[in-house]
């Protein structure tokens, strides 16, 4: 049995992991918007494309990430991940790719990402300040 992706709940995660309250998350949608319409939006299991093209807009996230991200998928992903970093180092004296230079990578694009998710919290946080001192 095939798993369905529940855009309305990707569209809360990661906006959750930027640190985005609904409420920012519809001011930045539009004056129609406010938070219960977000809470809303955020159950529907499909949502229309030209709304995702917008809130990939405004959260900054490639709209295939609200459209493909799999929970479950994921955490098997993670999981294979850990398994096999379990297994004896000799596993690796057969590979062409250092284990140390992929390990190193994988942390540069975690801390490429941080990086990034500060600068968007700032953004908001600089945004809400702008919309505070305006009033």
């Not at 995660?13 to 930027?18: A, D, I, S, V």
């Not at 539009?30 to 955020?42: A, M, R, Y």
């Not at 970093?85 to 190193?104: D, G, K, R």
């Amino acid at each position: 049995m095939e798993q369905k992706i529940h855009q309305g709940r990707n569209v809360k995660r990661f906006r959750e992991m930027l640190g985005i309250k609904q409420e920012a998350l519809a001011f930045d949608l539009g004056e129609d918007w406010n938070q219960k319409k977000v809470s809303l939006l955020e159950q529907k299991d499909i949502i229309e494309d030209p709304l995702l093209q917008k809130i990939s807009e405004v959260l900054k996230i490639p709209i295939e990430a609200f459209k493909n991200f799999d929970e479950q998928q994921a955490i098997n992903i993670i999981s294979n991940t850990f398994e096999n970093c379990q297994q004896p180092a000799s596993v690796f004296y057969n590979s062409t790719i250092n284990p140390v230079e992929q390990l190193i990578k994988v942390h540069e694009e975690k801390i490429a990402l941080y990086e990034r998710m500060l600068k968007e919290k700032d953004d908001m946080m600089s945004r809400l300040e702008k919309i505070i001192n305006s009033k």
